[in-house]
């Protein structure tokens, strides 16, 4: 006889180890959610206070880069955490860390809201132009992607160029 009893008993123990091991990458995504969390939480005074064009151009780029940087982060952290859930898994902090992508996205669209707002004929408030944006665009690497739809639908936020004769 070549099986031994501890041969199939590792067989036996590899599920176990295998939620073991999943409880404690669920644990991992929870700490990560933490520690996104208190980072963002630290620093919200400062991006709710950040107006554009009181910055000169290289903190107005530092600014960007962090809540891109902020939004890739927080849509990770979001994407592993459900696949969690899906599992059956609860995963702690979820709708706070759901709530702190919501406020980045709204602080990466709003320098865009403000300037569509100046020139829109229904007299949108920014606020509202940022909400409208926050429902119908997408984000990739912490950008937000405006559809010809949706373009369509806002005034042009930029001064047209003159013609070239």
Known sequence: MRATAQQFQQILDEPWKVDHANAEECGRCEDRIARIQA?????RPYFASAV??????????RIASVLRTAERTMTEALVRATEFVREGYTVTGVEGLLACLMEVRYQIVLPLARMIAARDPDRRTPEQIA???????????GRPVITEEVAAELPCPFEPEETLA
Do not use: I, K
């Open 131 to 141: 909400q409208l944006l926050l429902q119908r665009v997408r984000f990739v690497e």
């Open 39 to 43: 980072l963002w939480n630290a620093d």
């Open 52 to 61: 554009p064009g009181s910055n000169n151009r290289e903190e107005t780029r």
